[in-house]
Structures are given as structure tokens and as C-alpha cells.
């Protein structure tokens, strides 16, 4: 409550005007995963509410663009202009186009989305959403299960704790290989015995091809986030080559264009990851790297601001105040003044 006061405050003292005006001449590129119709369903979901809020101050304090027109101007000589941001939503859930898309159009403003295209298909969930319905269809329980070296103890009985639940079990099997990933969520359906369907249920679906071609042609750009979404520092050379040519190439025979512009799953990637990006045809690619966009930026490595569903965190992130605080607390941990830390300040 203190923290939301002094911030509260901050923003009542123009802070966060004056932040946006120093970062106005670096690139601004929003993630959004999930909406909600009801701003109380949470799960991370943006509520409608929340984003026409946020479109609203973005369409009145900054230029939003294209993520293709932004990347033009990262990588030309010119400086870049100012005020300039770009709209991005990872993965091509339903409530992209249900909820999204209507006030997308509402606002004039034009997004990126970033679509897996099995999910699109059919043929395949996000991973982590079969963890998130397994945990959420189990019975109540308490149990302890050990994924490799690491003991959880499960508490699901009740929303927040099954939510909860889902996003520990989430947090372990990502950094695991791909394959060993799948048999630990097939493993932990036998432990809880809850059968995992072969196309996800309505609360987890995906756009559909003629929803895509819809939002193309009224102003949504449309790029890849693989064939299937796994974690590519995790899978081998053969696996990471098809899961970038080959879903390129679908989108580009289902949209009838070209396809370019790519998002990380899970935002990882290294050296190897973006040498075959770059092979792959791709011209840029986002992280989830937190902070703003320089002419000259590497057009594979872009960075992002994570928007927030409260209005005052959410002006806190664009406005570049957010990671100017995160670099004072960097420099203030450092005993030699140079912190190596990171990480979000709430």
C-alpha cells in the first residue's frame, strides 16, 4: 500500500511525463499475452477496460506504428523519430482477436501478433497451459512431487493456489530439454489423474486462420512464434531450424505474404537461436528484455516494456521510469558501485 502511495504520488508530480519526454527519442514496443472481457478474471489477463485505457494515452502522447515501420527506422542512419511506439501480442490466443482486435480498430491503432502456428492448427497447446489446466481440473489435494532435483509441494484447493501451483510447476520444467519437458507434464497427468485433451479446451484455443487473415488485412501484422512454442536454447539445431523455417513458411502460404518479423518463445534466445533466425529469413525479433529501443539496436535482440494491468505501473513502465529506477538500484547493490543485478522494481 505505501509502495502504491509513493508511486501514486510520483506520478501526481509529473515524473512521469518528464521520463517520457527525456525517452522520446527511443523505441517503445508493448507485450500483451492474454484479455479478459471482466477485469476481475486476473490469470495475467489484460482486462478490455484496461487496454482501451491504454490505448487511449497511447494514441494521445505517442506515435504508434507498425513493429515492420519501427524496425525500418531502428536500423536506418536517420535518427529515429520521436514519440514512436509499436503494439506486440505473443502467442494468438482467441481473446487476441475477440477482445483485443475490436478496440485495436476502435483506436485506429495497428499491433503486431506474434502467432505459434500448430496452436493455430490445432495440433498443439501452449505448453504451459497444459500444466495450468491440469492443475486447475485435478482434485482437491495436497501432495509433493520432485521434478529432477526439485521437490514441490502442491497445495490445490482453491483459484489462487491451483494458479499458483501451475506457475512454480512452469517455472521449473522451462529449463529443462524439450523432450524431458513433455514427459514430466505427461507424468504429472498421471499423478494427478487428469487426462490432457488433444486440442486445448475453449479457455486455452486459439485464433483461427480466417480470424489472422481478418486482422491482417484490417491493420495487424502478423509474425511467427514458431511452429510449436518450445523454449529454442533448449532444443537441437535440426528441431530449431524447422521450428523457424516451417513456421514462416505457413503463415506465408496461409496469409499470402511475406513473413519477417519473429518473437522468442519464453524471450530466449543466444547466439546460436539468432544465427538461424537470421538464416531463416527473419529481419527482426523481439525479447522480453525490459527497456526501450535505440537507433543502430540490434534488429534481433529488440527490446520490450511488459504492460501492466494498473494504470499508474503501466505509465511508470513506457515512460522509461521503470528501468531508470532499475539501473539506480544496480549501481546502488554494487559494493563498487557497477551492480550486476537486475530485475523489476515494483
Known amino acids: 500500500m505505501i509502495k502504491q502511495s509513493l508511486l501514486d504520488l510520483i506520478r501526481v508530480s509529473g515524473a512521469f511525463d518528464l521520463m517520457r519526454l527525456i525517452s522520446q527519442r527511443r523505441a517503445l514496443i508493448l507485450t500483451y499475452h492474454r484479455f479478459s472481457a ?14 482501451a485505457k491504454q490505448l487511449e494515452y497511447l494514441t494521445a502522447y505517442y506515435d504508434v506504428v507498425p513493429l515492420s515501420r519501427m524496425v525500418e527506422r531502428i536500423t536506418a542512419r536517420a535518427p ?11 502467442d494468438g490466443y482467441r481473446d487476441a482477436y475477440e477482445i483485443a482486435y475490436p478496440l485495436l480498430r ?4 495497428s499491433a503486431t501478433l506474434f502467432v505459434v502456428t500448430e496452436f493455430a492448427n490445432r495440433q498443439a497447446w501452449i505448453w504451459t497451459d497444459k ?17 529432477r532435483k526439485s521437490e514441490m509441494r502442491l497445495d490445490l484447493n482453491g483459484a489462487t493456489s491451483r494458479r499458483n501451483a501451475s506457475e512454480h510447476i512452469n ?22 489423474d487428469v487426462a490432457i485433451p488433444r486440442t486445448p479446451p475453449e479457455e486455452f484455443s486459439s485464433v483461427t486462420w480466417d480470424q489472422a487473415r481478418k486482422m491482417r488485412a484490417n491493420g495487424v501484422e502478423i509474425g511467427s512464434h514458431t511452429l510449436t512454442h518450445p523454449i529454442l536454447t533448449k532444443v537441437g539445431d535440426e528441431r530449431l531450424q524447422r521450428e523457424l523455417r516451417d513456421s514462416k513458411s505457413q503463415l506465408e502460404e496461409v496469409l499470402g505474404h511475406q513473413v519477417d518479423l519473429f518473437c522468442y518463445p519464453n524471450g530466449d534466445n543466444d547466439e546460436r537461436v539468432q544465427r538461424e533466425v537470421a538464416r531463416a529469413g527473419y529481419r527482426a525479433a523481439v525479447t522480453v528484455v525490459n527497456g526501450l529501443n535505440r537507433r543502430g539496436d ?5 527490446r520490450r516494456v ?16 521503470e528501468q531508470l529506477k532499475n539501473r539506480l538500484r544496480l549501481i546502488s547493490s554494487s559494493p563498487t558501485g557497477n551492480g550486476l543485478r537486475s530485475g523489476k522494481i515494483e
Do not use: W
Open 38 to 51: 471482466d477485469e476481475g478474471e486476473g490469470d495475467g489477463k489484460t482486462p478490455a477496460c484496461q487496454f
Open 80 to 90: 529515429l523519430p520521436s514519440r514512436m511506439a509499436a503494439i506486440t501480442i505473443d
Open 106 to 109: 476502435r483506436y485506429g491503432v
Open 131 to 147: 500444466t495450468r489446466f491440469l492443475t486447475q481440473q485435478a482434485a482437491p489435494q495436497r501432495l509433493t512431487m520432485k521434478i
Open 171 to 192: 517455472s521449473i520444467i522451462k529449463r529443462l530439454p524439450d523432450d524431458l519437458k513433455e514427459e514430466t507434464i505427461n507424468s504429472l497427468s498421471l499423478t494427478l
Open 298 to 302: 540490434d534488429p534481433l535482440t529488440l
Open 306 to 321: 511488459h504492460t501492466e494491468r494498473d494504470f499508474t505501473h503501466f505509465l511508470q513502465s513506457v515512460s522509461g521510469f
